[in-house]
C-alpha cells in the first residue's frame, strides 16, 4: 500500500492520561496525522478489539489505523465492522508473510527493523509483502525502554540510504528532529511522547505537519474535465497548482470541446478508466492534496467517492461544478444527491453562489444570507465551505470562509476587478487553496494568500489575448514580472555552456604556430626563452588578482584555494621560469627584465580591471582560463593528440611540457571550476552574464599570449 507515512502516531495510554487514547487521537488526527497505530502492550486481544473499534470511530476515514503486533485482533475487529488498515510487526512478532496473506494485499504491513542483517531478510521477502520499516530508536527514549542502541540522525541516514523500503523513523523523535530526519531520508516520524503527552495534540501534531511540509514541494491531484482552450479544468488546475508552488498531476472525469465562447460537446470516459486513472497515481506517488472539479454523472461521482475513502488524501477541496453559466443544471437529481454525499468527504468546499443555492435547497437573497447558506452546508457536511460573491452585483467581489466545527466566519473583500477574462476562475482559485493548504498553510491564510494571486493574475488576463469570448486569467503573470523567464543554470550546465562558448578560441590554440612547434620539437630556444620572459611579467601580476580573490572570498575553503593558488603561481612556477631564463640567479629582478609585449600588458590590464571592480564572481571567472586552457592543453599533449614527440623524455622542452599534465594542477584546476561555477549558479542574471564576458575576455588574451613569440613583432 503507498501511504503517506509522514506523521504517525504511536499511542501510549499512561501518556494519554486523562485525555484518553481515542480522544488524543481524534484531536490529533485533526492536527494532520496521518497514521495512527494502537500499541498497547498490556491489553488483551478482546480489550484491543475493543480500542480499534472506538479508534476507527473517531479517526472516521481521516487517516489510516494499524495496530501493533496483534494481526489476530486486527482480523477480529474488522469483523466487527472496524475499518483496520494493517498492522505493524516486530522481528520476533507474527509472521509477515502471514500478515500480508490475512490482510490482503491492499493492507499497510510494516516492520521494525534497525540492522543490517534486517535489511538482509527484508529483500529476501516477495515484493510487496512489507511497505515500510520503522526504524529506530533514533535517540534514548523512556516509551521503550529495551530499546536497542540510538542510530541517531546520521546513523538513520546510513540505514535509510540503504533500505530498499520507506524508512519511518522511530524513537525519542522531537519536534526539532523533524527537518534533519527528513532530509535524512525519512518517509515520516513516528511519534510518541510528542503527541501523547502533548497538552494541545491538535496544535502539536499540526506544527509537525507544518515543519515537515517546510521546503517541500506538495504534490496536487486535480480529478476534473479539460479545456482544450486552456482556461478551466485540468489545464488551468495544472498551472493554478505550479503557480502556488506545488507539483500538479491530473486525471479525466470529461473531454470537452469548448473555447472562450462556451462548451461545444462532451465526452466522458467509462467509469472503469477513470478509476484506472486515480489507481495509477495513487499506487506510485503519495498525494498531498486533491482538487475535484467537474464530475459529470452519480457513477463518476460514487467512483471518485470510493477511491477516496481507499486513499484518504490528506486534503481534499471540492469545487462543485453544478450550475452552467446560462443557469441550467449540469447534474441530474441523482447525480446532485452523490455529489452532496461527497462533500462529507472534502476538506473545503468552495461554491458561487448559484452552487451554494443547489446544495442548500433554496434562493441565496443578499450576501449576508449567502454567509448563513455556507454555514448551515459546512455544518451539514462537516468540511469548511469558501462561498465566493464573484457573481454579486455592485463594486465589491467578496469571498467568505465559514467552518462550523470551528466557529469560524472570515470575510474577505476587494474591489472587483473590471475584466472579461474570468473563464476557469473557480477552477484556478480552488487549486490554488489545495496546493497552500497542503504547504501547511492555515485555512485563512491560505485564502488570503490565494486570492492575492488570483487578483494579480486577473488583472493580467488581458494581456493574453486568447478568444473571443471569456478570456482566461494570467496565471503566471506575477511570477513572470517579478522573476521573469530566465532560468538559472546548474553549476554544471554553466562549465560545458561556456567552455563550448570558447570552443574556437581553442581551436585557435591548437593551430597556434608555436603550439604546434613546441609539441614536435621545432620550437627555437629564442621564442621559447621570449615567451618565459612575458609569463614571468603575467605570474607576477596574475598572484596578485589571485591574492584579491582570496581577500574577497566568501568561504574559508575558496580563501585557502586562492591564497595557495596565488603563492603556487609566486614559489613554483617562477622558479621553474628562472631556471630558464636566469638560472645563475634564481627568480630575481634580471627574471623580470623584459619590456612587456603588447600581449602581455592587454592581459594584465585586464585582469586589473577586474581586480580593481572588486567582485568575487567577475575576478574568478576572469583567471578560470589560465587553468582550465593549460590544463586541457597539457592533458591533450601527453595524449599524443599533437604528435606522439610530446610525450618523449627526450624532447628538448620535456621538463616544460610536463608542467601542463601535473596531476596537482588538474586537481586545482577541477577545484577552480567548481568555485567559479558555483559563484555563477549563485549569482544574478546580470553578474553571470559578466561573468561570462570576463571569462571569454581573458580566453581571447589566452589565444593572443600564445601567438605572440611567434609573431613578427617578437621576433625583432
Known sequence: MNADLSLYLVTDAALCGD??????????????????????????????????????????????????????????????????????????????????EALGPDALIGLTANSAAHLDAVSALPAGTVDYLGVGVIRPTATKPDHPAPLGVDGFRDFAASSPLPCVAIGGVGIDDTESLRDAGAAGLAVVSALCAAEDPTAAAAQFRRRWLTGSVPRVLSIAGSDPSGGAGIHADLKSIAANGGYGMAVLTALTAQNTQGVRAVHVPPVEFLRAQLDAVSDDIVIDAVKIGMLADADVIRAVGAWIDHVRPPIVVLDPVMVATSGDRLLDPDAERALHELLTRATLVTPN?????????????????????????????????????????????PDALVDASLHLRREFTGPRIPTANTHGTGCSLSSALATRLARGEEPTDAVRAARVWLRESLRAGDTLRVGRGHGPISHFAGLWERAGTETRPAADDIAADWWQGIAEIRDGIDALPFIRALADGTLERGPFVSYLAQDALYLREYARVLAEAARLAPTSDEQAFWADSAHGSIVGELELHASWLTPAQGVSAATFAAEPAPATTAYLDHLRSVAFGGDYAEIVAAVLPCFWLYTDLGRRLHAGEFGEYARDPEHPFASWLATYADPAFEEATKVAIAYTTDAAERADAGTRTRMRRAFEVSSAHELAFFASPLEPSSLG
Open 19 to 100: 485525555l484518553g487514547v481515542v480522544e488524543t487521537v481524534r484531536r490529533a488526527v485533526d492536527g494532520g496525522v496521518r497514521i495512527v497505530q494502537l500499541r498497547d502492550k498490556d491489553a488483551t486481544d478482546a480489550e484491543t478489539v475493543d480500542q480499534l473499534l472506538a479508534l476507527s470511530q473517531a479517526i472516521d476515514g481521516r487517516a489510516l489505523l494499524v495496530v501493533n503486533d496483534r494481526l489476530d485482533a486486527a482480523l477480529a475487529a474488522r469483523e466487527r465492522g472496524a475499518r483496520v488498515d494493517g498492522v505493524h510487526l516486530g522481528q520476533g512478532d507474527a509472521s509477515v508473510l502471514r500478515a500480508r
Open 353 to 397: 453562489l448559484a452552487e451554494l443555492a443547489v446544495l442548500v435547497g433554496r434562493d441565496i437573497v443578499d450576501w449576508g444570507d449567502a454567509i448563513s447558506a455556507a454555514e448551515r452546508l459546512s455544518e451539514e457536511v462537516g468540511a469548511a465551505v469558501l462561498v465566493k460573491g464573484g457573481h454579486l452585483d455592485g463594486d465589491e467581489a
